[in-house]
């Protein structure tokens, strides 16, 4: 195992898991082999929002049992995306922190370009899907949703700008990377549980004065949320906006808060594993 002090891991990629047990198996053999060729340290973090698909826990927990970098984390009971990433994070030992989601609509090679703009002395990295260099791949049955949800994520993302986030094109992408001492700083004052906590974290990150990167990157759309959805989701993050900007008005992002409480066996590390051969730049492994 990792020492207590000492032989930290490169990178900790973290992954919330739930109900995942179709997408498991292509995102494990990716993890795989992102592992192999990974030229530092690494552990991976699973943490399984309380699936009620007891496959997923199951294909989880034996994967675990046979990679010295794994760890799986078990919520006791459903509490939403950003309280399992929020645990994730903090029980991460890396000295850089990336969390991506289950379904890796961003693949794992993109992890290098984060790693790239937090080595190049940023603070917090994230995807940006509306920068000019980023690149969708989808099925021509989606186009029509990329044209309406882009028009209606862009007018969103200008309400996120305004009240909250100025400068930041793209809170949503599911795919961020902090340096060990921001992800400490970040996730140690977040309080949504839910899919708001992006907005929270980079606001946390921005009022606190770290230097956030965005990044160009390749992803893809595997499926079309309804309308319904959209517009549910989005009435729940209008309210997260406004719920960090009443916590922001009270001072409450100044200091640690005690909002969430995780379990002290998740400061236990994984055994991590070293890429066979010796370390290279990361640039170069992209």
């Known amino acids: 195992m990792f020492g207590p002090t000492t032989d930290v891991p490169s990178l900790s990629l973290v992954i919330p898991v739930y109900n995942a047990a179709d997408q498991l198996p292509a995102t494990l ?20 929002d309380h699936s009620t698909e007891i496959e997923t826990a199951l294909i ?23 309280f399992s990433v929020t645990r994730g994070m903090l029980a991460a030992r890396g000295q850089y922190r990336v969390f991506t989601d289950v379904d890796l609509a961003y693949p794992l090679s993109e992890v290098y370009k984060i790693l790239e703009a937090l080595q190049g002395g940023s603070d917090v ?28 994520s862009r007018a969103f993302n200008r309400v996120v700008q305004t009240f ?17 001492r921001a992800a400490s700083l970040c996730f140690t004052r977040t309080t949504i549980p839910g899919f708001g906590f992006d907005i929270e974290c980079l606001y946390i990150a921005q009022q606190h004065g770290l230097a956030i990167r965005q990044t160009a990157v390749n992803f893809r759309y595997d499926e079309e949320p309804t309308t319904v959805r959209f517009a549910r989701d989005s009435n729940r993050m209008l309210h997260d906006i406004w719920k960090v900007k009443t916590n922001a008005w009270r001072g409450q992002y100044a200091v640690p808060t005690s909002c969430f409480a995780f379990p002290d066996a998740d400061q236990t590390p994984a055994h991590g594993v070293a890429a066979p051969a010796p370390a290279r730049e990361l640039a170069n492994a992209s």
Do not use: W
């Open 29 to 48: 053999e990716a993890v795989d082999t992102f592992a192999n060729a990974y030229p530092a340290s690494l552990e991976v973090v699973f943490v399984d």
């Open 125 to 152: 990295a994230i995807a940006c899907r509306v920068l000019p260099e980023s690149r969708y791949l989808m099925s021509p049955s989606f186009f029509h949703y990329l044209y309406t949800r882009h028009l209606m």
């Open 60 to 82: 989880l927990e034996d994967y675990a049992r046979t990679r010295r970098f794994a760890r799986v984390l078990t919520n006791e009971v459903n509490r939403g995306k950003g």
């Open 164 to 180: 909250l986030l100025p400068g930041i094109l793209d809170t949503q992408a599911g795919l961020k990377g902090f340096t060990a």
